[in-house]
C-alpha cells in the first residue's frame, strides 16, 4: 500500500496542514473540499495512520500527523530540486560550479555572491577554493576549475580569457611598537632597508611573472597570508597586506598605515579579474557568478565614494592622514606579484 502514495496526495496534506482547513487547502489547490477530503482520507488508510483529528469544527493534526508533515515536506522539497536540476540540466545549466580564488579577493564580496547564488542555482552544487595567486592559474589550466579569480596577469596565458573584476588597495602596514610606526611619512628607501619586509609569497610550481620591487633587501617570505598579519602583529617587520583585510586592525590600533618614499601617495593597487580557458567558457551559472561580482563591485564604488566624500569633508580641516580609507577602487592598477 506504501508504494501507492503519490506526491499529489504529500502535496495535499501538506497544503491542509499549511491552510489550517480542508476548504482552504481546496482553494489553494483549486480543487472542491470533497477531492481534498477524500484525498487525505485515501492517504491515511495507505499510511494506516490518522494525520488529522476531524472531531472538532475545523481539522488538527495529529501527533502521528505532526511527525510525518516533516517527512512529507522534505519529500516535496526533493522532488522539486530534482524537477529544477533537470529543468536546468536541459538548457544546459552545469550540475556543479568549482571557483577558486585568489586569497588576496576581499571574502565579503565573495560570500555575497555565493549567498546570492545558492538563492539563484539552488540545484548547482558549488564549490569554492581559496588558493594563492599562482595555484588559482593552475587549476583553471588544469581544468580543475572552470573559473578563476585572480590578480590581473600581466602576461596572461594564450589559453586563458581575463575579465576585469575590481582593483583591491594595498595598505603599508606594521605594529604601533615597530620603530617605524614612529617614523613620519613618507619614509625614505634608506630607512625601510634598515628593517625587516614580510612578504607574501607563492609555493606553486608555476612560473613566477614580474615580480614586485621590495622596499627592503631584508626579507621573510610567507606563503600564508594569516601568517604575515599574525606576524606583522607581533613587530617581527614591515609589510604590504589588502586593505580589506587589515582595517579592523588600523581601526583598533593593533597595526599603524605608514608610506613609503618610493610608493604614490595614494597607495598601491592590486587588479583582480575573472579568468576562464578560452575553449571552455563559463555556462549560466558562471556566468552569472562573474557578472554578480561585477555588480558587486560597483555597488561598493557607489558606497566607497560616498562614504570617501563625507570622510574628506569631516577632516579636511584636521589635516588627515594621506591615505583614504578605501576598501576597493576601480581603474587603476599595479602588478603585483609578490606582495
Not at 69 to 87: H, M, Q, T
Not at 163 to 189: D, F, N, W
Not at 303 to 331: D, K
Request: proline share 7%; aromatic share 6%.
Amino acid at each position: 500500500m506504501l508504494d501507492g502514495v503519490s506526491l499529489d496526495q504529500l502535496r495535499t496534506f501538506i497544503a491542509a496542514a499549511d491552510e489550517g482547513s480542508f476548504s482552504a487547502a481546496g482553494r489553494r489547490l483549486r480543487r472542491a473540499q470533497s477531492v481534498v477530503s477524500h484525498t487525505l482520507a485515501n492517504l491515511e488508510g495507505q499510511l494506516g495512520v490518522k494525520l488529522f483529528d476531524r472531531s472538532a469544527r475545523l481539522p488538527l493534526l495529529t501527533d502521528q500527523g505532526r511527525a510525518l508533515l516533516v517527512d512529507a515536506r522534505a519529500v516535496a522539497g526533493d522532488i522539486d530540486l530534482f524537477k529544477a536540476r533537470a529543468k536546468g540540466l536541459a538548457r544546459g545549466l552545469e550540475p556543479q560550479l568549482s571557483v577558486v580564488a585568489d586569497v588576496m579577493f576581499p571574502i565579503a564580496q565573495i560570500t555575497h555572491a555565493v549567498a546570492a547564488f545558492q538563492e539563484k542555482f539552488p540545484a548547482t552544487a558549488l564549490k569554492l577554493y581559496i588558493e594563492a595567486r599562482r595555484a588559482v592559474v593552475q587549476q583553471v589550466l588544469d581544468r580543475h576549475s572552470p573559473l578563476g579569480i585572480v590578480a590581473s596577469l600581466a602576461l596572461a596565458p594564450p589559453l586563458l580569457t581575463c575579465e576585469r573584476l575590481l582593483t583591491v588597495r594595498m595598505s603599508l602596514v606594521v605594529s604601533p611598537q615597530h620603530p617605524l610606526a614612529t617614523h613620519g611619512a613618507p619614509i625614505p628607501t634608506t630607512v625601510l632597508a634598515e628593517y625587516l619586509q614580510l612578504v607574501h609569497t607563492d609555493r606553486s610550481d608555476l612560473p613566477p611573472g614580474r615580480e614586485f620591487a621590495h622596499l627592503s633587501p631584508r626579507t621573510w617570505l610567507l606563503a600564508h597570508l594569516g601568517a604575515k598579519l599574525a606576524f606583522l602583529r607581533a613587530g617581527f617587520g614591515f609589510g604590504f597586506m589588502p586593505l580589506h583585510v587589515v582595517e579592523g586592525d588600523l581601526a583598533s590600533g593593533e597595526l599603524v598605515q605608514i608610506s613609503a618614499e618610493d610608493t604614490p601617495p595614494e597607495g598601491k593597487f592590486i587588479a583582480m579579474s575573472a579568468i576562464y580557458r578560452t575553449d571552455s567558457p563559463p555556462g549560466p551559472a558562471g556566468r552569472w557568478f562573474i557578472d554578480h561580482l561585477k555588480q558587486e563591485d560597483g555597488q561598493q564604488l557607489k558606497q566607497n565614494a560616498s562614504q570617501s566624500a563625507a570622510a574628506s569633508a569631516e577632516s579636511a580641516p584636521r589635516n588627515s592622514a594621506p591615505f583614504p580609507r578605501h576598501r576597493v577602487l576601480e581603474g587603476r592598477s599595479k602588478d603585483m606579484r609578490n606582495e
